[in-house]
């Protein structure tokens, strides 16, 4: 092997920089060319891509959101589509492939590798936390924190005018961000795509945990199957007769800023594991990490099913709050 690409794919993920720093430099360490792809599949149908070297890469590791830029393709997702990246990578003669981003792009590369028989390694990159075969996926540590510091300045609000906030957070398919917000912010009570919302037993918990001072927070996860924060606070409005009732939505926030210490470092190890991983020859695998300890998963077992990862995790740390 004498060239490798690496792209970004999927929602932007704080980390990412720090993830692609590490497999330029640890390539180049082990005497490969490394080519970075632009905008992800979409990049690579086109030809995007570019030989990193050192200098392209530093001063990024503090960087969030990805220099390589990321998007989503519809056309990467037929037989034509893969075709022309395909071309793209005989052209530039790689032979293996570094995919950071979540389940979408680890079963498009796995398409990729199938048709062109070329090694890819996966590298966990989403803010959800909801891949499975590892503990932690980058940029879920810097989400997680933005969300308690934005939740945090909320219940000043909430407090100085007796206020029930609703608050929304990123998570359709998984109530990570949420319920791990709430218990570090100390929220009143959390909803979750995991559990079914019952807003009559909601508005009983929230009545029962004010006890006449009337300042709660509650987060919400999008996904949650009563709706959002706002379409909860509306149903929930007539059942909270006297209450100052407001909602926020964090929305995209979350995504972006300096990815923390936790996610630099997590990056920066799945990186180098990653060109490790080609190096030695495996392929369709996702790297992962559990107790400290850098695995790899098979691709096909990185479902992001909310009955699979976060289920049980979800279940025994939501005892821990009350869920209406």
Excluded: W
């Amino acid at each position: 092997m004498k060239a490798i690409g690496v792209l970004t794919s999927g929602g932007d993920a704080p980390g990412m920089n720090a993830c692609v720093r590490a497999v330029v430099k640890s390539g180049i360490a082990a005497g490969l060319k490394v080519f970075g792809i632009q905008d992800g599949y979409q990049g690579l149908i086109e030809g995007r891509m570019a030989e990193l070297t050192y200098l392209d890469v530093n001063n990024i590791i503090q960087l969030g959101g990805t220099i390589l830029g990321t998007a989503r393709s519809k056309e990467f997702m037929t037989v034509e589509g893969r075709k022309k990246a395909i071309d793209s990578l005989n052209e530039n003669h790689i032979e293996g492939l570094v995919l950071i981003g979540g389940d979408g792009t680890f079963a498009g590369g796995a398409a990729l590798s199938k048709e062109m028989n070329i090694p890819v390694i996966g590298i966990p990159g989403t803010i959800d936390n909801d891949i499975s075969g590892t503990e932690f996926t980058i940029g879920y540590d810097t989400c997680l924190n933005t969300v308690i510091d934005a939740v945090d300045k909320i219940r000043d609000t909430a407090t100085s005018h007796h206020r029930v906030f609703f608050v929304e957070v990123m998570g359709r398919n998984s109530g990570y961000i949420a319920l791990n917000a709430a218990i570090a912010s100390g929220a009143e009570s959390v909803l979750i795509p995991e559990q079914v919302t019952d807003i009559v037993a909601l508005a009983d918990s929230i009545k029962h945990q004010n006890k006449g001072v009337r300042s709660s927070i509650i987060i919400v996860a999008e996904g949650d199957d009563g709706g959002g924060a706002l379409e909860i606070m509306q149903k929930i409005s007539p059942l909270l007769p006297g209450y100052d009732l407001r909602h926020s939505v964090l929305g995209h926030i979350q995504r972006g800023g300096k990815p923390s210490a936790t996610d630099r470092i997590l990056a920066t190890r799945m990186g180098a594991f990653a060109v490790d991983q080609l190096l030695k020859g495996r392929n369709n695998v996702v790297v992962g990490v559990v107790s400290d300890e850098l695995i790899t998963t098979p691709i096909g077992a990185t479902s992001t099913s909310s009955a699979d990862k976060s289920a049980e995790k979800l279940s025994l740390l939501g005892a821990m709050l009350t869920k209406g």
